[in-house]
């Protein structure tokens, strides 16, 4: 037994751990993983690469399968092969819409108000093979739709990939998208309903006139019984007349099928509807939904949640991603086909929900992994987190209490709290983290930087091989040797391209992650070190989505030295071996600053973080335009309609230090960082070497632990004097 398994885990996982190189669960896993498998919505936060993500795909990976599993089981509600004696094939009075009226025959149904769509199924179903046909007559002039659905598909037929409709202005419709097809019809027509699930085809006839072959179908439509096809109506201000036919004592068919094609109510393969088989999962839609911020963190958590999905068969787990970039044909089909858990933004995930392509029926997980960046942001995703919420059903189809897993980098936020009361269900807080600090494999330093000392930066303007500025001065006289707000600003920006390429060289770095505050900035500090002969790589948000994932790549693989990037990267992403980071800005919010230099000190090796700060404001653009700074030459400040700010680091770094509650060491230009040697050796991107010198400690703390010795007996006697006379009367006594 492995010690993953004394939390629960499933021996057939233990094949994927081991191929993970994981022998004893972190913290947080053992936090975590048997709080998820208890069925506890939890709220998780612990520091960078501390294992978090594994933590919740290990056991929502074994609690779709075992879901799965049971879900393909034989079900005891079925009632297939044979008629149910005393059933009748006609339209469910239980499964219709309200305003849908049903007359006593089960085979007349009308609905009179305008601009409402509202549908019923059959009683009875057809799955696992065989041609079947039902007539339907429009009784009563207005917008009606016929065609097939299965139990989980949408009554609105055609709207979403579980339903097929064919409707009176002569369109063809499914997962929303409608087409023409035949020719309109209208009272007095009969329309002809035709499904062969031999041959997997499915059409329509009007008065007698077969039209062409509207959709093939899916194989699963004839396999699996979740899938099986009911005849379905739809109306608008109308009303129709059905006939299954079959032994019903209904009037025949006007237009009788040919070819051996049956009606549906004599088909011997019949599925009845039941309430208990309304409630079973359809093995379709997914039964889990886990958020990330960027495509990055996307596809790194599918790799996460495909390793362990990967061992698991009979059934296998389907994982599917969505994020920008991925290739839409193959996103429907595999939606279409079935899948059971969904890694994706929430931008594409709301989407794909809004539009009918996503069903969340059956959804029991849902996982928010950086949750306060989500809730935290300026843009829409805290919207996006929402509307998701308000799509959702209170419970699942099968009347599930949904799961809520939300992953935090501090749960000390007034916005995650708040989420926390409004959609989780006594969740378990799982603080490993508190508030935020830095890792104690994490050294950091500030490097000033100041322009009207260190003037070089004058002399390197006017070089080709200089850091482009950003262009915010373009339109500012700009006089070397001066101390002018403008001219200083410009100068930190030149110098501090000079002093990333010293700390480089003085440190010999052969793999470092470098950031900037701005994608612009990205793509000059990437040219200028290619300049200076540096293989380097960028990432920001204008990247396309292959361009940010080969980026990456060849920064994990060594290929590229340097990876410069904006704060996307800043949370979440496991790239292991990181010895060095380089902040050419300090981030705009103090708490990200944390999340920056957290990109070292993983797996327990040591890494040093440097942070340029500048000793003089500097100007910087600050979009507040329509287009979000794309095309914008207005450098005016904010204040004055611009788009453009005074940056003041140096109050950014008091902000920062108060937050950590510490003070950041400085270091000169020449970047001789200084090692604590209490430490022992340390050398950056591996584990510390030799620990502690103990024997040296005994010597260093031997004096303070003689004085504390010499306190401890002076309390002791002081205490026996202010109460003597207490001593003495006990002693009386």
């Not at 039964?287 to 390793?307: A, K």
């Not at 603080?431 to 000392?453: I, M, N, Y």
């Not at 800005?585 to 090796?605: C, F, M, N, W």
Request: proline share 4%; aromatic share 8%.
């Amino acid at each position: 037994m492995t010690a993953f398994e004394e939390f629960g885990i499933i021996p057939e996982l233990s094949e994927a751990i081991s191929s993970l190189n994981w022998t004893l669960p972190t913290a947080v896993q053992s936090e975590a993983i048997p709080a998820i498998l208890g069925g506890a919505d939890a709220l998780i936060a612990a520091e960078t690469g501390s294992g978090k993500t594994g933590a919740f795909c290990l056991p929502i990976a074994q609690i779709v399968w075992e879901r799965r599993k049971l879900a393909i089981s034989p079900s005891k509600s079925a009632e297939n092969s044979e008629k149910s004696p005393g059933k009748r094939f006609e339209l469910n009075p239980e499964d219709r819409d309200p305003h849908l009226k049903i007359d006593r025959t089960g085979l007349n149904c009308e609905s009179r108000i305008p601009k409402e769509w509202h549908g019923a199924r059959a009683m009875g179903g057809v799955t696992g093979g065989g041609k079947y046909y039902f007539e339907v007559t429009i009784t009563l002039d207005g917008l009606c739709r016929v065609g097939w659905a299965t139990m989980a598909g949408s009554l609105k037929i055609g709207t979403d990939f579980e339903s097929f409709g064919y409707g009176g202005t002569g369109k063809k419709s499914y997962g929303k998208r409608f087409d023409d097809y035949g020719r309109s019809f209208t009272t007095g027509d009969v329309l002809g309903c035709y499904l062969d699930l031999d041959n997997l085809k499915m059409w329509w006839s009007k008065n007698g006139n077969e039209y062409p072959t509207a959709y093939t179908i899916d194989k699963k439509f004839r396999d699996s019984p979740a899938h099986c096809l009911f005849p379905a109506v739809l109306c608008q201000n109308s009303g129709l007349a059905v006939n299954f036919g079959g032994d019903l004592g209904s009037a025949p068919f006007k237009f009788p099928p040919k070819n051996g094609i049956q009606a549906v109510a004599a088909a011997s393969n019949l599925q009845w509807w039941s309430p208990e088989a309304k409630n079973t999962v359809d093995l379709t839609t997914p039964l889990c939904i886990i958020l990330e911020p960027t495509r990055e963190l996307v596809q790194q958590t599918f790799q996460n949640i495909q390793t362990f999905a990967s061992v698991l068969k009979e059934p296998e787990i389907r994982c599917l991603t969505l994020a920008a970039g991925e290739n839409m044909n193959q996103i429907l089909r595999s939606l279409e086909i079935g899948t059971d858990i969904i890694v994706g933004t929430p931008s594409r995930i709301f989407d794909f929900i809004q539009t009918g392509k996503l069903t969340t029926s059956c959804l029991q997980f849902i996982v928010i992994d950086e949750i306060d960046q989500f809730l935290g942001a300026k843009g829409g995703s805290a919207h996006h987190i929402e509307s998701i919420f308000k799509a959702l059903p209170l419970v699942t189809q099968d009347g599930t209490r949904r799961q809520i897993i939300a992953c935090s980098a501090t749960l000390h936020n007034f916005e995650v709290a708040r989420f926390a009361d409004r959609h989780m269900s006594f969740p378990q807080w799982i603080d490993l983290k508190g508030a935020d600090c830095v890792s104690a494999d994490v050294h950091h330093v500030v490097c000033h930087v100041d322009p009207s000392e260190d003037r070089q930066w004058i002399r390197q303007k006017y070089q080709p091989n200089h850091l482009e500025d950003d262009h915010v001065h373009d339109q500012d006289p700009i006089r070397p040797g001066t101390q002018d707000r403008e001219t200083l600003s410009l100068g930190t920006k030149i110098l501090k391209g000079i002093y990333v390429v010293k700390a480089i060289q003085a440190l010999q770095m052969d793999k470092a992650i470098i950031f900037c505050r701005t994608k612009q900035q990205c793509d000059h500090m990437e040219t200028f070190l290619h300049q200076n002969n540096l293989t380097a790589a960028c990432l920001h948000g204008d990247r396309s989505a292959e361009e940010r994932q080969n980026s990456l790549e060849s920064f994990k693989k060594g290929e590229m030295r340097f990876l410069v990037c904006t704060d996307v990267v800043a949370r979440g992403l496991d790239v292991q071996g990181v010895p060095f980071v380089i902040n050419v800005t300090l981030p705009d919010e103090k708490s990200q600053y944390v999340h920056r230099i957290g990109r070292v000190g993983r797996a327990e090796r040591m890494g040093l973080s440097i942070s340029l700060v500048s000793t003089c404001e500097e100007k910087v653009w600050f979009h507040k335009c329509r287009g979000r700074g794309v095309g914008c030459t207005n450098t005016k400040d904010i204040a004055q309609g611009g788009c453009t700010i005074w940056f003041d680091e140096k109050k950014m770094l008091g902000e920062i230090e108060e937050h950590l509650g510490s003070t950041i060491s400085t270091v000169d230009s020449d970047f001789n960082v200084p090692i604590d040697e209490f430490d022992g050796k340390v050398v950056y991107g591996e584990k510390r070497k030799g620990g502690a010198n103990f024997a040296t400690h005994v010597f260093s703390l031997a004096s303070s632990a003689s004085q504390l010795a010499d306190l401890e007996t002076k309390m002791q006697l002081e205490y026996l004097k202010n109460n003597r006379h207490v001593l003495a009367s006990i002693h009386a006594l």
